[in-house]
């Protein structure tokens, strides 16, 4: 593939998975990146990822309200639609949607997770 060439990946594609009542599609995996999505109904709460040891990780609020809970330091931070939260490397963290509505989250993890 040539370094400028880009890839289309449809959600059809994609791969889902369960995280408790969040469901997470994984778009992309690289040595240098992973980007997916987490949809959460409104009131379900994810499971608790333990974080990722080199790398940091980007949440992006795209629709909804949601707190993320890290409970290595009992801190909730609080993200609505337009919102984005740098999680630092090996930090834990869990999803609340707190909403009326579906609350849906992309997610980068760089270099890799």
């Known amino acids: 593939m040539d370094d400028h060439e880009g890839i289309v990946k449809k ?3 994609t791969k889902v998975q369960m995280d408790e009542k969040e469901i997470v599609r994984l778009y992309f995996s690289t040595e240098k990146i992973t980007f997916g999505t987490s949809l959460l109904k409104p009131g379900d709460v994810g499971g608790l990822d333990p974080g990722h040891a080199e790398a940091d990780e980007v949440f992006f609020c795209v ?10 330091n009992d801190t909730y931070y609080e993200l609505s639609e337009g919102d984005a939260l740098l999680i630092p490397p090996a930090t ?3 999803l609340f949607n707190i909403g ?14």
């Open 100 to 113: 009326d509505e579906d609350a849906l989250i992309s997610w980068s993890c760089a270099p890799h997770p």
């Open 92 to 94: 834990g963290h869990k």
């Open 63 to 72: 629709k909804g309200h949601v707190l993320c809970y890290f409970p290595e």
């Open 11 to 13: 959600q059809a594609q």
